[in-house]
């Protein structure tokens, strides 16, 4: 069955079904009455700071912060008070400084996701620890021959990651493309999710939640619910799509809209390639290029099957998994609505062809210096369920090469310039979505086939008893860095890694 038919097919039931989907969240959202919620549907774009002269200089705060979210008020953390922080705007060979202040009760930090800028000292450090009251100024140099694309910017301190996330902490970086697309709008389009609980504050997170990584009851597009946005037909826009969901995969469709991807996560595809649907793990980027036609489109995350488990779990949890349907793995859950686009009015003139994108550098052809596996694993649970003095947390490892994270390990060390080869193995139930600061991946090998074309990214889901290889050139920069599970439960749990390139 094709994307299309399935959401005509569920289309019926989508009122029903985005009811049930938040239903879960009780007394917050329903109290609002569902449909009855006040202004602010509009899609709103976050605020835009752009480099000039070669220089972005800017402050960002992590603090507490109020928001409304459909009809209430919401407590949340967020950079500079807005969900998401301000979009960052610059270009290849710019210098991008952030002054960051912690506001927040826990440490933190802050990781430029994608950029390929030098981990060591101020740069994108994942090491560093910014206290409650304390600041640290970032200096990001970004090479001259940086790909353009969409990226972003959250915390990274090991063991609150995924709260910080979710608390909403995260904002977007475009790098501008020398020679864009002609389009008639850009939008930045961040996906987040969220669990509020009749208060407005954010929800317990439960053992359970964390390890199967948590998935919010609400979903947000740039901070709000279900916005809508318009257009005249004939149209061509791009959408930056960014998914800052802590562990939720998104599979995106745009009914009665002709799609295009034209990036992902890093660089522009040398074609645009029409697409009916389009699956982001956490923290992946896409790109899409939307020729409008007239109608009003709704932009639907299905759900996906990134595993989970019940196989490993539901004897010694006795049935108490979390909310949510059937057992609460992921995958079981209903569509989820996120944005409505509505196109009317009168045709726009004719849309210009889209010129292709640079050719890509293809690591395949280029010889490897040194090729590793990489075995990530969610283990067993020495000393019992909910025993021993490790906490909740320690209910079940997630490692790498069976070592849980420590920071002043150094796990791999590569050669700078050396392009080298790794075979990320899973040997659990679940997905896990591996990422690699600062060096790009460039994935040649998935289920035992070839992939096809150079395909770049930065994070490469790596699926339950499953396996990918990629290619990596460790050029530019030398210092240490890390790779580990984009769903971060799975990170600040210690699937996470360190490596030194020198
Ligand atoms: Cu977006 Cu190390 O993460
Ligand atoms: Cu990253
Ligand atoms: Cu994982």
């Not at 399935?6 to 985005?18: D, K, P």
């Amino acid at each position: 069955m094709s994307p299309l038919s399935r959401r005509q097919l569920l289309a019926l039931g989508a009122a029903g079904a985005g009811a049930a989907a938040v239903g879960g969240a009780g007394l917050w959202w329903t109290g609002g009455g569902g449909q009855a919620l006040g202004g602010g549907r509009e899609l709103v774009q976050p605020e835009v700071l752009s480099s000039r002269d070669g220089v972005l200089d800017l402050a960002l705060e992590a603090a507490p912060a109020r928001v409304r979210i459909g009809a209430r008020e919401a407590h949340v953390q967020a950079f500079n008070g807005s969900l998401p922080g301000p979009t960052l705007r610059v270009r290849a060979g710019d210098t991008l400084r952030v002054s960051m202040t912690n506001r927040l009760e826990a440490p933190t930090n802050l990781h430029v996701h994608g950029l390929h800028v030098s981990p060591e000292g101020h740069g994108d450090n994942p090491f560093v620890s910014i206290g409650p009251g304390e600041s640290f100024d970032y200096e990001y140099v970004l090479p001259d021959d940086h790909p353009p694309g969409t990226y972003w910017y959250h915390p990274h301190h090991h063991g609150h990651v995924a709260d910080q996330l979710a608390a909403g902490l995260y904002g977007t970086i475009v790098v501008e493309d020398p020679d864009p697309v002609p389009v008639a709008r850009e939008r930045v389009l961040v996906i987040s999710d969220l669990t509020l609980d009749g208060s407005g504050d954010l929800a317990e997170v439960t053992p359970m939640e964390r390890m199967r990584g948590r998935e919010g009851e609400t979903v947000l597009v740039n901070g709000r619910l279900r916005p809508s946005a318009t257009a005249a037909p004939g149209e061509r826009e791009l959408w930056r799509v960014v998914n800052a969901c802590p562990s939720r995969f998104l599979r995106l469709s745009l009914d009665g809209q002709t799609l295009r991807l034209s990036g992902r996560d890093l660089g522009r595809l040398p074609e645009a390639v029409g697409v009916t649907e389009v699956t982001l793990a956490p923290g992946n980027r896409v790109e899409l290029l939307v020729d409008t036609r007239e109608g009003t489109s709704t932009l639907v995350a299905a759900p996906v099957d990134r595993g989970g488990m019940a196989g490993m779990m539901d004897g010694m949890m006795g049935g108490t998994s979390g909310r949510g349907g059937s057992g609460g793995d992921p995958g079981s859950g209903e569509p989820v609505d996120l944005l409505s686009l509505e196109v009317a009015g009168e045709p726009a003139g004719h849309l210009d062809p889209v010129p292709p994108g640079p050719s890509l550098r293809d690591l395949r052809e280029e010889s490897v210096a040194a090729r590793r596996t990489l075995d990530f694993a969610m283990g067993g649970m020495g000393g019992g369920m909910m025993g021993g003095g490790g906490g909740p947390g320690r209910m079940m490892s997630f490692t790498i090469d069976g070592q849980e994270f420590d920071a002043e390990r150094t796990d791999q060390r590569v050669r700078v310039g050396a392009v080298e080869e790794w075979t990320l193995t899973n040997a659990s139930p679940m997905d896990h979505p591996v990422h690699l600061h600062v060096w790009p991946m460039q994935v040649v090998a998935e289920e035992g086939r070839d992939a096809s074309g150079a395909r770049w990214q930065d994070v490469v889901n790596v699926p339950a008893f499953g396996q990918v290889t990629v290619r990596v050139a460790f050029e530019d920069f030398g210092g240490r860095s890390v790779f580990h599970c984009h769903i971060l439960d799975h990170e600040d749990l210690g699937m996470m890694g360190t490596l030194e390139a020198r």
